[in-house]
């Protein structure tokens, strides 16, 4: 078992950053990707960003040049920093760990920017 547990929401004015930060604990494996996820109001959950066990990242659209996913394998967290927000970027931001046939999530952190 993994568990994950997500910080760094909450609420910023539209053009403001925040960091988040998913620190991950159990059954660790270095060939695990990570990501984020995010669930707007209505919407459905969508990859925001992943970065693979060797580091390779890819971005949803919407997000690209504005966010920045990293790792830290020795400390198992993996972190997203959020710049130039936008309102539609509010959302509950959901970590996420893969493996092969597995999928850990956290609870989630929420994120609101104010326009």
């Known amino acids: 078992q993994v568990q994950l547990v997500e910080s760094g929401g909450g609420l910023v004015q539209a053009g403001g950053s925040l960091r988040l930060s998913c620190a991950a604990s159990?059954?660790?494996?270095?060939?695990?990707?990570m990501a984020w996820y995010r669930q707007a109001p209505g919407k459905q959950r969508e990859l925001v960003a992943r970065?693979?066990?060797?580091?390779?990242?890819n971005y949803a659209d919407s997000v690209k040049g504005r966010f920045t996913v990293s790792g830290d394998n020795a400390k198992n967290t993996v972190s997203l920093q959020m710049n130039n927000l936008k309102p539609e970027d509010t959302a509950v931001y959901y970590c996420n760990r893969r493996r092969v046939g597995l999928d850990y999530w956290g609870k989630g952190t929420l994120v609101t920017v104010s326009s």
């Open positions: 159990g059954t660790i494996r270095t060939t695990d990707s």
């Open positions: 970065i693979s066990s060797g580091g390779d990242t």
